[in-house]
């Protein structure tokens, strides 16, 4: 038995019994959460001091490309239209088996950092089976809790330098699943996953279901992933492109929606849409940074409230942006008391703020965890409940002199303020340093890594590639052009 015991933390635990309880000790056994009280004993049992530091549950990202860390910055300044071009028909290609695995051992690295114990790697990157292998592995080697999410999209299979036809590339993405992604996934399902007890789980990452001409291969790929029983069957929806807003209608005629789904962005979805959602089950994940620099709608995070459900948060692009649910959380709040205040009528602005910080808080943990369907297992600090553990610290230059700990976590933190983090019981960051693993190797194999894929990435006709997307998003030629951005608006 090991006993791990947290003492004079702030606490933040998100649960309702212990609300009243604004600091004390954590007994972890096991890999289970054992009490919470304000005065702990525990004989043999490793002491963390955690003076200064505040406890919360570990935040749960419900929609990362976690393959991606290996991409940093690339997508800054994209558009939904530039990361169509490049990420799906231009990086895929580029990553070697080595990468496939670095890119999501380090990916979930970096969300540990950073205070996520569980999160959702919708996986496109299913280039081989070997590629598939080592996704897997990444993220299994970190100790990171989560459902690996297939993607059963069809990723180019081209080699960076041959000669390609840019508009057969793009072709060949649309459709239906492959036949090697129904056996391979399967195999996946069966190799990695025989049970569905591990701290990682499988899921599928869809088609974009808005590309499919009709509801036909839309309810058949269903149907088949089903077959597989997977956590979560995980989709991009209603980003900002108005195509699919019928698919929650038509899937409800199908009767086909259901609580394993979980639908990422969902901005342009109706409230009718999130009322059949609420009635008949599936989840949202918003992810603030990609709604606010690619998406065509307001973020659905608070309509998803008013519907019923509880809303969650992911990171989403790490090829753009940081892998902290601390930024998310910010950026969400804000951008509802800003809405609140452009809209109060007559002239005035609001008496007071809605939407206190604690609230997010909330979304990024209980809510995430309800999400991914496990608001029994973690999501808050409960006696019980798996030890999924942060302590981060308060009283640092930026954060110290607070008041409020919990708007503290919230508005002030960032990922080198966590100082510790558990995960299933396993500390995983201890005094501020990824436990087990030796960055500097990390650092250097991530270097050799993105210099590999930059080379390959030149050696591909980018402008070719961009001229020959026009045409799908109704773009006028050359108008996409870097000196023409802005000229014409995309349809939607
Ligand atoms: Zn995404």
């Not at 089903?226 to 195509?243: K, Q, S, V, Y």
């Not at 809303?311 to 008391?337: C, E, H, K, Y």
């Not at 991914?372 to 308060?394: M, Y």
Request: hydrophobic letters at 40%; a negative charge.
């Amino acid at each position: 038995m090991k006993k791990t015991l947290i003492k004079n933390a702030m606490l933040a635990t998100m649960d309702p019994s212990t609300h009243d309880l604004t600091s004390g000790d954590i007994l972890i056994v096991d890999d289970r959460i054992e009490r919470i009280a304000p005065v702990i004993e525990a004989d043999e049992a490793e002491i963390v001091d955690a003076a200064g530091m505040i406890a919360s549950p570990g935040f749960v990202d419900t929609h990362r490309h976690v393959w991606q860390s290996l991409l940093r910055g690339v997508a800054v300044n994209w558009s939904l239209f530039e990361y169509m071009v490049e990420m799906r028909t231009m990086y895929p290609v580029c990553y070697q088996i080595e990468d496939a695995y670095l890119g999501n051992h380090y990916g979930a690295l970096e969300a540990i950092n950073a205070g996520v114990t569980t999160l959702v790697d919708h996986s496109h990157l299913q280039v081989s089976a070997e590629h598939s292998d080592a996704l897997v592995k990444g993220l299994k080697d970190s100790g990171i809790r989560g459902i690996f999410g297939y993607g059963v999209y069809r990723n180019p299979r081209y080699t960076p330098g041959e000669a390609i036809d840019p508009s057969s590339v793009i072709a060949e993405i649309a459709g239906p699943i492959e036949k090697f992604h129904r056996d391979n996934a399967a195999r996946v399902r069966e190799e990695h996953f025989p049970s569905d007890d591990g701290l990682l789980r499988f899921g599928i990452a869809s088609s974009e279901f808005f590309t499919f001409p009709s509801m036909e291969p839309v309810l058949e790929e269903l149907a088949w992933s089903r077959t597989l029983e997977p956590a979560r069957i995980t989709f991009h929806a209603a980003i900002g492109i108005n195509d699919d807003v019928n698919v929650i209608e038509s899937l409800s005629n199908a009767g086909a929606l259901g609580d394993d789904l979980l639908l990422s962005h969902g901005n342009c979805l109706t409230d009718d849409d999130l009322a059949l959602i609420a009635r008949e089950g599936g989840w949202l994940s918003t992810t603030p940074d990609t709604e606010f620099q690619m998406s065509g709608a307001f973020p659905v995070l608070e309509r998803v409230v008013k519907s019923g459900r509880p809303p969650s948060l992911g990171v989403d692009i790490v090829s753009a942006f940081n892998g902290d649910m601390f930024t998310q959380m910010r950026l969400m709040l804000q951008a509802i008391r800003f809405r609140d205040n452009e809209l109060t009528t007559p002239g005035g602005l609001p008496s007071s703020a809605r939407f206190p910080a604690a609230k997010m808080l909330e979304y990024a943990t209980l809510g995430g965890a309800a999400c991914v369907g496990l608001e029994n297992v973690i999501g808050s600090l409960t006696p019980g409940k798996k030890a999924d553990v942060v302590l981060t610290r308060l009283d640092a230059v930026n954060t110290a002199a607070l008041r409020d700990p919990v708007a503290a976590l919230v508005f002030y933190a960032n990922p080198n303020d966590v100082e510790y983090v558990w995960i299933d019981g396993v500390v995983r960051k201890r005094v501020g340093r990824l436990e087990g693993e030796s960055w500097d190797s990390v650092q250097r194999r991530v270097q050799e890594a993105r210099d590999g894929i930059d080379d390959r990435f030149a050696k591909i006709d980018g402008r070719a590639m961009r001229r020959a997307w026009e045409p799908v998003w109704g773009l006028a030629p050359g108008s996409s052009e870097p000196e023409a951005r802005g000229a014409e608006k995309v349809r939607g």
